[in-house]
């Protein structure tokens, strides 16, 4: 079995520096596309709605897949 961890990636940007890809505000996990615009940023919450806040910090995430025995 395969266990996702996501760990942060670096030290906090505002939402306009974050790269695309999976971000932590407010224990959600969140995500930018590289599509759109800095006026119109693509940005998703944990349950797909777009995500609108500006001028905030997150937390860029990386992430690891762990291969896990079984018992």
């Not at 407010?26 to 940005?43: M, P, S």
Request: proline letters at 8%; aromatic letters at 12%; glycine letters at 6%.
């Amino acid at each position: 079995m395969k266990t996702l961890i996501l760990k942060p990636d670096g030290w906090p940007l505002t939402i306009e520096e974050c790269p695309p890809g999976a971000f932590e505000y407010e224990e959600q996990v969140c995500f930018k596309t590289e599509y759109g615009t800095e006026a119109d940023l693509q940005v998703f919450n944990s349950a797909g709605e777009t995500f609108q806040p500006r001028k905030i910090l997150v937390q860029p995430l990386d992430y690891e897949w762990v291969e896990e025995e079984e018992i």
